[in-house]
């Protein structure tokens, strides 16, 4: 046996003294846990919750009011609601005398024509008088170029571009049925790929085709359908021996969806002529909210391109956020729309329920009879080459190419209180169906407060009102990150940088982010969504210091001018 040392026992005694203070050190430390007060977040966090602040309030004061939160105050007042129900559609309006004559349902379009640049002074505040507005003659008085956007220049400029193509069934535009016959709202569109010189081919060979030809595949189909409807009506569904419904064989067509026009060297011509367009149709402007934000949302503050044979359909849909948008067909074919107001995209919605979509994320074609049945006012309407559309927020439409046409269309969102409140209402909406806004509010009412000088008392209102939720919510994140034990790692937002989005939940994640790697890749999550698998896997990361969004907030500038001024 080896001899042991004196100083070995030494050794041994002090490791022994060292763990024993080890675990009094962690009994001391549970105990602490145990006696330290549970810091819950608020319920729900929404931007639609009532303030209980004056909207001139100070940062300190609210970032003063939120840190109470920590001390279980029997005075602890909350700078906003805390328990906040789900955001509703908005109510329809009540139309007299629907039910006798459902033809007033039927509405014809506004049309605008745009002959000199005397007729552009106005043109802005016109569109906001109705949900959809059809614009004749603008490109030509602006004189843009439109041969730069068919599918032979586009082509000719980066044919090796890949392209979304989706297959769907060609039918005429009042009839949606499916592979049986049977009327349904269900959209089918498988997603596929090609490049954008393939997909020209496609469309000239098909362009080349007679029209009447055309037609009258669309008519056989629509006869078809019309016959097995009337078989259903009457229970005389053929079926086949195996006792399964026999199938009809219909047209499969090819749309070319999504092609990005944002690069400002391969598109530069193209961009040229857009920027044409009347200042509030501009991509980049300082009355499109959009362009206040310093990241790129594809489609939405950059131009796409889409690519049609006859059949081609756009699903109905509202856009990102109810964001208004502007549509111009190329041509050499038209194009026909449907649109409803969004006072009525509540019952659209229900009717999508009733039918088995998703409202949000689905792919579905409107049945009109259930639209007019449900008292919904519908605009149709034919858009021909040169035609542009004006979609004013929260619009709901859906479009069918009736000919081989290309078409190009943005967003814009004007700086103005309906754009802006109808916007935070679909955030909220697709909050519920864990639905992604592509406008990533929060950052947006930041990002407002530091470039504009309101003249608006009501959307100065508005924007400081986000402002005081987000704010207060985001110290509150902090503290409980800060209660939870863990470190907040500064890491400050990179221009251009995007937005970010919970995994599980889709809601966008603003200033402080948790983040947990999977695999090789770095999630962010939700406060929330943190919470529920616990935190010691995540990593918190902080964009904004409280004084960088202090100093923002307490910078916000209210400059009314007179008009305003005599108005209020």
């Known amino acids: 046996m080896s001899k042991i040392s004196k100083e070995d026992l030494l050794c041994d005694e002090s490791a022994i003294i060292a763990q024993s203070d080890i675990v009094k050190k962690e009994e001391r430390d549970n105990d602490a846990e145990l006696a330290k007060p549970v810091y819950d977040l608020p319920p729900t966090f929404s931007l639609l919750a009532p303030i209980n602040v004056e909207y ?26 805390e328990n906040v129900p789900a955001p509703q559609a908005p109510f329809p309006p009540t139309i007299d005398n629907v039910s006798k004559d459902q033809s007033q349902l039927l509405k014809p379009v506004p049309i605008l024509e745009i002959n000199s640049q005397e007729d552009l002074q106005f043109l802005a505040l016109k569109l906001q008088s109705a949900p959809i507005t059809l614009i004749k003659n603008l490109t030509s008085t602006l004189e843009m170029d439109l041969s730069l956007f068919s599918s032979e220049k586009i082509a000719e400029t980066a044919g090796a571009t890949k392209i979304e193509i989706r297959l769907q069934n060609c039918m005429p535009i009042d009839v949606n049925i499916d592979n049986h016959g049977k009327t349904t709202w269900n959209c089918e569109s498988v997603k596929k790929s090609t490049t954008i010189a393939k997909y ?19 008519r056989k189909v629509g006869s078809k359908c019309a016959q097995q409807m009337a078989d259903d009506h009457g229970g005389k569904r053929k079926k086949t021996s195996e006792n399964v419904e026999k199938k009809i064989k219909m047209n499969t067509i090819k749309f ?32 499109n909210m959009l362009s206040h934000l310093d990241h790129t949302i594809f489609g939405m503050n950059t131009v796409q391109f889409y ?3 006859p059949g081609s359909r756009t699903p109905a849909h509202q856009e990102n956020n109810s964001i208004a948008s502007i549509n111009i067909n190329v041509g050499p074919g038209n194009c026909e729309w449907f649109g409803c107001a969004y006072e009525y995209w509540g019952v659209v919605e229900a009717l999508c329920k009733k039918n088995c979509v998703n409202f949000l994320s689905g792919s579905w074609w409107p049945n009109m009879e259930e639209l007019l049945e449900a008292n919904v006012p519908v605009y149709q309407f034919t858009q021909k080459a040169g035609d542009m559309v004006w979609v004013d ?3 709901v439409h859906w479009v069918q190419a009736t000919g081989c046409c290309n078409n190009i269309s943005w967003n814009v969102a004007p700086l103005n209180h309906t754009q802006l409140s109808i916007a935070i209402q679909s955030y909220e909406w697709n909050k519920l169906s864990e639905y992604r806004s592509l406008v990533p509010i929060q950052q947006l009412a930041w990002k407002l407060a530091k470039n504009v000088h309101f003249s608006s008392q009501e959307m100065y209102d508005l924007v400081r009102g986000v402002l005081i939720r987000s704010l207060s919510f985001s110290k509150i994140v902090y503290d409980f990150a800060v209660f939870s034990n863990k470190e907040l790692i500064q890491r400050p937002r990179e221009e251009k940088e995007g937005a970010h989005y919970c995994k599980p939940c889709q809601v966008e994640v603003f200033n402080i982010l948790f983040v947990k790697k999977v695999k090789s890749e770095y999630l962010v999550h939700c406060v929330y969504c943190a919470k529920k698998g616990g935190l010691s896997n995540f990593v918190v990361l902080q964009q904004y210091l409280m004084s960088e969004l202090a100093e923002i907030f307490d910078g916000m500038v209210l400059k009314p001018t007179l ?5 209020q």
């Open 256 to 287: 070319g969806t999504n092609v990005d026009l944002s690069n400002e060297i391969i598109w530069k011509e193209q961009i040229r002529e857009i920027a044409k367009m009347p200042t509030f149709c501009q991509i980049t402007h300082d009355e």
């Open 200 to 218: 020209a081919q496609y469309q000239a060979e098909i362009f080349q085709n007679s029209p009447k030809d055309e037609e009258e595949t669309l």
């Open 56 to 81: 001139n309030v100070s940062s300190q004061e609210i970032l003063s009011m939120s840190a109470e939160r920590t001390s279980k105050s029997p005075y602890y007042l909350p700078v906003f609601d």
């Open 563 to 567: 008009n305003n001024s005599l108005a």
């Open 307 to 309: 690519m049609k044979v």
């Open 393 to 395: 927020s929260g619009c």
